[in-house]
T-cell receptor, first 114, second 114 residues
Framework: DAGVTQSPTHLIKTRGQQVTLRCSPKSGHDTVSWYQQALGQGPQFIFQYYEEEERQRGNFPDRFSGHQFPNYSSELNVNALLLGDSALYLC?????????????FGQGTRLTVV | SQQGEEDPQALSIQEGENATMNCSYKTSINNLQWYRQNSGRGLVHLILIRSNEREKHSGRLRVTLDTSKKSSSLLITASRAADTASYFCATVPNSGGSNYKLTFGKGTLLTVNP
């Protein structure tokens, strides 16, 4: 049973560019969330997708957008990259209607903006 | 913004000793979860404790929850070098099943010396 998979593992982009990160949820999960983790900090919630709609959003600017596909996989897009966007981006999946269960995380994408 | 605060920020112990980490949070919760992270990679779920539970065990892990003090503790008994990692607590708010976003603290860096 495959867990949560993210691609790519590492990415280097130039300031002002755009980036797309990808996530495949754990088999059977229908809800995907994205988190940003700066160095030395805990992860911060970006947004959550269910039934191909953004259901909840954290305190991130509109430069951060996402998408969920019919197979439940998801993309995170960041436009007009800033140096401060350098971080580990984590994807987590779960079942929408099971609040008292854990989220499963992928290994993350390390984004470096230069 | 970070809801939880882990204490201590860093902990160094010898193999075989017990490690205790504490977490405080600010708002009403549905559940609290502990995660482990090795070397800035993905998060591994350790244990989930619901708001109506006071203590939970899983192998060498013991978690307590005091909702009146809005605090939790994670005890790792008989620690091993392989337990070296960052440990995060994360809360799920008590505001409906769809409002599942994990709010993390900054984490405790545990080093277990052989």
């Amino acid at each position: 049973d495959a867990g949560v998979t993210q691609s790519p593992t590492h990415l280097i982009k130039t300031r002002g560019q755009q980036v797309t990160l990808r996530c495949s949820p754990k088999s059977g999960h229908d809800t995907v969330s994205w988190y940003q983790q700066a160095l030395g900090q805990g992860p911060q919630f970006i947004f959550q997708y269910y039934e191909e709609e953004e259901r909840q959003r954290g305190n991130f600017p509109d430069r951060f957008s996402g998408h969920q596909f019919p197979n439940y996989s998801s993309e995170l897009n960041v436009n007009a990259l800033l140096l401060g966007d350098s971080a580990l981006y984590l994807c987590a999946s779960r079942w929408w209607d099971r609040t008292n269960t854990e989220a499963f995380f992928g290994q993350g994408t390390r984004l470096t903006v230069v | 913004s970070q809801q939880g605060e882990e204490d201590p920020q860093a902990l160094s112990i010898q193999e075989g000793e017990n490690a205790t980490m504490n977490c405080s949070y600010k708002t009403s919760i549905n559940n609290l979860q502990w995660y482990r992270q090795n070397s800035g990679r993905g998060l591994v779920h350790l244990i989930l404790i619901r708001s109506n539970e006071r203590e939970k065990h899983s192998g060498r892990l013991r978690v307590t929850l005091d909702t009146s003090k809005k605090s939790s503790s994670l005890l790792i008994t008989a620690s091993r070098a392989a337990d070296t990692a960052s440990y995060f607590c994360a809360t799920v708010p008590n505001s409906g099943g769809s409002n599942y976003k994990l709010t993390f603290g900054k984490g405790t860096l545990l080093t277990v010396n052989p």
